[in-house]
């Protein structure tokens, strides 16, 4: 019976070792799977250094796209009313008698193609200004007798209409024949204007329209 006894009690021992070891064994596979995730031997400063840099990446990454998507959405509103610029240009001139600014109106291609042709007449940088004076200065002085001096103009924008290729081809054509050079008109709107002029004499409201074209990638002013 003692004998029995024994051995039964070491068949227990031998039981319960087997049992640790299994278990032992089952931590060890557990650990080794999950080692990518978090490894026991991991230095607990380097794993939260490694954590921070990936946040900093990713946080990075997100801030660059948001500075994109808000450059193009600027850019694009930025487009969409660059056909109104040469049309202040084009009453501050009047309104100022201001050459730079009606040179500005009409662009840069309009501007240097007057240039060439006073260049091959033996003109110079005032037949130039002149050039464009001739313009603005009747209708400022028409206007002067209308409402009196100390002219003031505003103006709205009442409605637009897009001009069809074709109408863009022939004004192309026209520059043409006028410059005798080629450009490319490549968008154009007929602007309806609500124009109101003020003097010290009088005041007034008058409909107006404008040609704005895309010349040369270059927006610009035409009186209709």
Partial sequence: ?????????????????????????????????????????????????????KNKKTGSI?????AVVIL?????????GAYKKPIK???EAIEKQDIKKYKKAMGKTVVSAVEEL????????????????????????????EYGEKLKISYKIADKEKIDKDDLKELEDEFKDTYDEKVKVSKGYEIELEVTYKGKDDKG????KL?????????????D
């Fill in 205 to 208: 409201t008058k409909d107006e």
């Fill in 118 to 145: 006073c260049k091959d007449t033996g003109g110079d940088k005032d037949d130039v200004d002149e050039f464009f004076e001739a313009f603005i200065e009747p209708e400022y002085d028409n206007l002067v007798d």
């Fill in 62 to 66: 997100a801030i660059i796209a948001a």
């Fill in 72 to 80: 193009i959405v600027a850019g694009s509103v930025a487009n969409s």
């Fill in 1 to 53: 019976m003692e004998e029995n006894k024994i051995n039964l009690e070491k068949n227990e021992e031998n039981n319960q070792e087997q049992d640790i070891k299994e278990g032992l064994n089952s931590e060890i596979k557990v650990n080794e799977e999950t080692q990518t995730v978090q490894s026991p031997s991991a230095d607990p400063a380097e794993v939260s250094q490694d954590i921070s840099k």
């Fill in 211 to 223: 040609e704005v074209l895309k010349l040369n990638g270059e927006w610009i002013a035409v009186a």
């Fill in 89 to 91: 240009n084009y009453y």
